[in-house]
T-cell receptor, first 114, second 111 residues
Framework: EPEVTQTPSHQVTQMGQEVILRCVPI?????FYWYRQILGQKVEFLVS????????KSEIFDDQFSVERPDGSNFTLKIRSTKLEDSAMYFC????????????FGQGTRLTVV | LAKTTQPISMDSYEGQEVNITCSHN???????ITWYQQFPSQGPRFIIQ???TKVTNEVASLFIPADRKSSTLSLPRVSLSDTAVYYC????????????FGSGTRLSIRP
């Protein structure tokens, strides 16, 4: 079964450092998403991406966040200057044709900011 | 964006049928009802999606009445491995290009 792959599975970083979370979506999918989940809380939407540009972003996705699809296969989330409150699980997802179709989620990257 | 309401938690026993009901009173004509499952420390996983009446797959059934203001996810003969959080979502034109997760229903299955 095709799957979304995320690396690393766990990253520890110091406050103020930049981190890049990587995702390889399913190959024929066109829509990509990033979500985060703080421990014990809801899965929160960050950003959706289609046709090489951001389709929609939440209030959480401020100037410290950016996304990129650098090479046609990877989809990255960059957090420029991490804060303690950025500690969370970050999930990448992809879908073939938008939200009306099944979204496949990766296993997540656990980001710990110390 | 159509808001959904579902129970915070439910308990059941192995071998029982579990029904989780979700209300979505302001669902739009072009919206679909979708359910996801999430195990601890894993990403959500799609279970089933429907527009009206009944949809069944190898995992679950989804019942949607004619007015579409609610839906019921039915899990037949649950096992311990069905312990998870279940999210009812409304997706489509009202949600634009994002899937919004609510708090979900935490289902606990006991032996």
């Amino acid at each position: 079964e095709p799957e979304v792959t995320q690396t690393p599975s766990h990253q520890v970083t110091q406050m103020g450092q930049e981190v890049i979370l990587r995702c390889v979506p399913i190959s024929n999918h066109l829509y990509f998403y990033w979500y985060r989940q703080i421990l014990g809380q809801k899965v929160e939407f960050l950003v959706s991406f289609y046709n090489n540009e951001i389709s929609e972003k939440s209030e959480i996705f401020d100037d410290q966040f950016s996304v990129e699809r650098p090479d046609g296969s990877n989809f990255t989330l960059k957090i420029r200057s991490t804060k303690l409150e950025d500690s969370a699980m970050y999930f990448c997802a992809s879908s073939e044709a938008g939200v009306n179709t099944e979204a496949f989620f990766g296993q997540g990257t656990r980001l710990t900011v110390v | 964006l159509a808001k959904t309401t579902q129970p915070i938690s439910m308990d059941s026993y192995e071998g029982q049928e579990v029904n989780i009901t979700c209300s979505h009173n302001n669902i739009a004509t072009n919206d679909y009802i979708t359910w996801y499952q999430q195990f601890p420390s894993q990403g959500p996983r799609f279970i089933i999606q429907g527009y009206k009446t009944k949809v069944t797959n190898e995992v679950a059934s989804l019942f949607i009445p004619a007015d579409r203001k609610s839906s019921t996810l039915s899990l037949p003969r649950v096992s311990l491995s069905d312990t998870a959080v279940y999210y009812c979502l409304v997706v489509g034109y009202s949600s634009a290009s994002k899937i919004i997760f609510g708090s979900g229903t935490r289902l606990s299955i006991r032996p």
